[in-house]
């Protein structure tokens, strides 16, 4: 079974309510829309939860340059935090270089008014179904 938004099955993400706006040649684009449970105790969305929407947007722009893929592992992970977000954010992933095994992205989450709340780098290898490629 296949999320309604995405190609795979990613229980957390269906969790979180991620919605997926664009996914296609390297770019992926999402919403993200909190519930009280997402917030911290200062009522701004909690950073793990801005880390995993970072790691969603990061490695799904990997998974968009080969469709034959299953999945994508995170091998590396940075983040910096920028300000705070209470409401809707946006966000966008690229990846930006593809080596033999590994892709290399790096994106951000903003929140409606354009104001910057988070950039991320991640390193990624693709996982594909026993037999198939890499």
């Known amino acids: ?3 309604t938004n995405f190609d795979i099955l990613i229980p957390f993400v269906e969790h979180l309510g991620i919605e997926l706006i664009e996914k296609a040649d390297g770019k992926m684009r999402l919403r993200f829309t909190p519930r009280p449970e997402h917030l ?3 009522n701004g969305i ?11 947007a990061l490695g799904s722009a990997a998974r968009s340059l080969d469709p034959a893929c299953v999945g994508a592992t995170t ?3 940075k983040t910096n935090f920028l300000s705070a977000a209470a ?4 966000g966008e992933g690229r990846a930006q270089r593809t080596g033999r095994s590994l892709i290399f992205s790096e994106g951000e989450l903003r929140r409606l008014d354009g104001t910057l709340v ?3 780098t991640g390193t990624f ?3 594909y179904a026993k037999g198939g490629e890499p």
Request: charged share 15%; aromatic share 4%; glycine share 10%.
């Open 125 to 127: 290898k693709l996982v």
């Open 118 to 120: 988070a950039k991320g």
């Open 87 to 90: 409401d809707t954010v946006h």
């Open 46 to 56: 909690h950073g793990g939860v801005l880390m995993t929407l970072l790691d969603v």
């Open 40 to 42: 911290n105790s200062w």
């Open 1 to 3: 079974m296949t999320s």
């Open 75 to 77: 091998v590396e992970l």
